[in-house]
Structures are given as C-alpha cells and as structure tokens.
C-alpha cells in the first residue's frame, strides 16, 4: 500500500468517524422528540430547581437521557436555576435545548390559583381577577363576567345538565387550578364544575340516589350543597360536621326555622360576625332567622368533606346547637330550648373566664 493511499485510508476513517461523532451530538442535543398531547403540559407544583425537575421530567417521557440534560444545565449556568411553581406547555417536538427554554423562562404558562373552601361566588371571582402567584398579581379572568354567568348559568354555551339554572353558587367547587393568563370566564368555570363533577358526582351517584329525606321527599342536589354550604361556614372541627348536619336535617323535618348566622353574614356579603340586630332586622330570603326551610341557594362552595356530612348527617335528636366559646372551636349540642338556653349561659361564662 503506498504512502498516499494510506493517508486516503485516514482521511476517510477519519471522515467517517466525524460523521459518526457529529451524529452521536446532533442524536444526543438537537434531535427532536415527539410528545403527546397528554404529555405536553408538565406541572411544577411548587417551586424547584431544574436539576430537581429531572426524575420527573424523564418519567413523564419529556426527557430521554436526563444526564445529558442535567449536562447541558451546567454548562449553561442554569442547574440551579428555580423554576416557578405552574404549568409548562411544550411544543409537539421537544430536544434539550428546547426543555431548559421552557424550564427558564420568566412565567409559567399556566398560573397556579388555589381556591380555598367556603368562598362566596364573588370572592372567587375576586382571587381569579387579582391571582396571587410567584411572579406577582395575575388576571386569569374578568370579575363581572365570572360572575354575570354564576348567577345567570343559562348564558353560558355549553352547561352540564345537573347545573342548576338559577345559579352556580356552591358548585364552583375549591381546589388547585392551573389557568393562562386572560382566560374566558366561561372557560374557568365549566373547569370547576368539571372537577365537582369528577370530585362529588362521579364517585357518589349512590350517595346522592340516597340523600336525607325531608318531609317525605328525597334531598335534590342543590338542597344537599346549600346544606353543606352552611356546615361549610358554621363548624371548624371536622368531628361537628355529621352533628350539625344532623341538626339542621332535625330542623328541616319539623318544620323549623335553621336560625343559621351564616345565611344573615351571606345576606349582608360579607363573613363579619352578625349582630343581634341583624338576625332580627336583614330582610333578605336568605335569612333563616326570619324564613323557614333552606335559603335559595348555596351560600358558599363547600368541600367534599362538608358535603358527605351532609349526605350523611349523624342521627341525632339535637336541634340546637352553640359556640363554646372557650377557644377549642367546638360546639355544645342540646335536644331541648331550656338545655340550648344552659349552653348559651355556658358559652358565656367561657368568654368571661377568657377575657379576664
């Protein structure tokens, strides 16, 4: 073999070997992998580095080689870098480059807005116009708009057929959710009523088939969340919840007044302590000091916890109940008006004995 065939030898081993290596980079850092649809949009539930990202971003099948990626992140500085809390939403075909764009970049694109049980119909809307998030106050939706279509649902385009028609208090049910900036109001709520459909209805249809009778009739469903809305604003410690459903389901049956402070803070619109004066003097439908038998609507959106209670109130005979007032949260319960009269002398000897 001559000396310059050797070196064309070379030349293409060496040819070849190029190729060979530059495939290997361009497979490892530049090639494209498909995602999903289902796969597209990766949740960050609270705020963590993108070297602490990676096990789950390789299990959502978002990353291949999470080595290279964690390879690349420290070459570029950005290992460490926190990624906020939210919602990312990658392009049909992602490489590692395209996934540390995502991770640093200044916002999420889904903003993560948690709604907290016992709100008002208004006070979500509020949260969702001023959110609080990472990267400072975020406009998910418009207020008067959200709740234009809470109280009057049939203007939306598409409504569940178990939504009540009068109004949507009480069903925009409370959790985490991950909206984009400047949503369509309708767009938000059909996603909380979404998840009390998959939360409440879905799983307990049967509960629901067997919801308390009053006066001979089965509960409807939005008989048995106004309940709970009440439980949901009157009681803190989660043991109550049964017992006071219990009363007022007591109270129901004989034909009582609920006499609930709540329904006369939900008439006044706002969650500050009622007067005595008020309970007397609110003219409003929702006063059940002054109507009998449940108030129009819920007065709040309750959790799961506070709606099984009242699916499944406890047998009791109690149709009274009072604070404590001894700074435990807890309620004292009498069958009688004379043993309420008792609990209510004991409740304020309790608040003496505390303010002293």
């Known amino acids: 073999m001559t000396r310059k065939t050797r070196l064309r030898l070379i030349a293409a081993l060496l040819a070849i070997i190029t190729l060979l290596v530059a495939g290997g ?3 490892l850092f530049y090639k494209k992998i498909p995602l999903p649809a289902r796969r597209r949009t990766f949740i960050v539930p609270k705020s963590q580095t993108v070297a602490a990202l990676l096990p789950k971003l390789a299990q959502r099948g978002i990353v291949r080689r999470p080595r290279i990626l964690l390879f690349v992140a420290r070459r ?44 008002m119909a208004r006070q979500v809307a509020r949260r969702l116009s001023n959110a609080r998030t990472v990267v400072g106050a975020v406009r998910i939706t418009d207020e008067a708009e959200f709740l234009r279509l809470c109280h009057r649902p049939t203007a939306m385009k598409a409504l569940p057929d178990w939504a009540p028609r009068d109004s949507l208090e009480g069903f925009l049910f409370p959790d985490t959710y991950y909206f984009a900036r400047h949503q369509p109001a309708e767009r938000v ?23 308390p009778i009053v006066n001979g009739k089965r509960m409807t469903l939005k008989e048995v969340i ?57 003219e409003s439908p ?17 959790d799961l916890s506070n709606i099984l209670a009242a699916l499944q109130p406890k047998r009791t005979e109690y149709f009274y109940y009072v604070a404590r007032g001894d700074g435990s949260n807890g309620h004292y319960f009498s069958r009688t008006y004379e043993g309420h009269l008792r609990n209510v002398e004991r409740y304020r000897q309790n608040r003496r004995r505390r303010s002293k």
């Open 25 to 27: 980079v361009w497979e």
């Open 76 to 119: 570029q500085g950005v290992e460490a870098h926190t990624v906020n809390e939210g919602g990312y939403i990658f392009p049909p075909q992602v490489n590692v480059w395209d996934v540390l764009k995502k991770l640093t970049q200044r916002e999420p694109d889904l903003f993560k807005v948690t709604i907290p049980p016992g709100l």
């Open 189 to 211: 709520i059909t996603a909380m009523l979404r998840t009390f459909e998959s939360v409440v209805l879905a799983p307990r249809r049967e509960d629901f088939a067997r919801a």
């Open 226 to 282: 106004t309940l709970a809305s009440l439980i949901q604003r009157e009681v803190v410690r989660p043991e109550e919840r049964a017992m006071v459903a219990s009363v007022y389901i007591n109270r129901l049956r004989a034909g009582q007044r609920l006499e609930c402070d709540a329904t006369v803070q939900y008439a006044k619109g706002s969650w500050k302590p009622p007067t005595a004066r008020d309970l007397r003097t609110v």
């Open 286 to 302: 929702y006063n059940t000091y002054k109507h009998r038998g449940l108030p129009p609507t819920p007065i709040a959106n309750p």
